[in-house]
């Protein structure tokens, strides 16, 4: 998935190597917010309205938590649901280039 969304201009950030001020900004700067769901997802409340949020979830498991705030906040929001391989979560590239698209397209 990663080499995709490099070739698309994404920016692969570790959120736990950034200060709360760090992840504030980053949050308020964003264009995209791409990953998968975990707590870190609560700065999107710092994302601006129209911000395109992707969230991947692992097969069997989804909370809606992220979802609602992203429609409280006016973010454009989609999800994907992928296989769970070892400890990594595996989804389909063409998939989230799809869902990108669509998103993009508002």
Do not use: C
């Not at 791409?34 to 969230?55: D, P």
């Amino acid at each position: 998935l990663w080499p995709m969304l490099e070739r698309r201009g994404f920016e692969r950030v570790l959120l736990a190597k950034l200060s709360l001020a760090e992840q504030v900004e980053l949050f308020q700067d964003a264009d995209w917010i791409v990953g998968h769901h975990g707590a870190g997802f609560t700065n999107i409340a710092f994302a601006s309205r129209g911000t395109r949020f992707l969230e991947i979830f692992q097969a069997g498991h989804f909370s809606p938590s992220f979802a609602r705030m992203a429609q409280l906040d006016g973010l454009r929001y989609g999800f994907a649901v992928g296989e769970v391989d070892g400890v990594d979560t595996v989804v389909d590239p063409a998939a989230i280039t799809k869902l990108i698209d669509i998103l993009d397209a508002g």
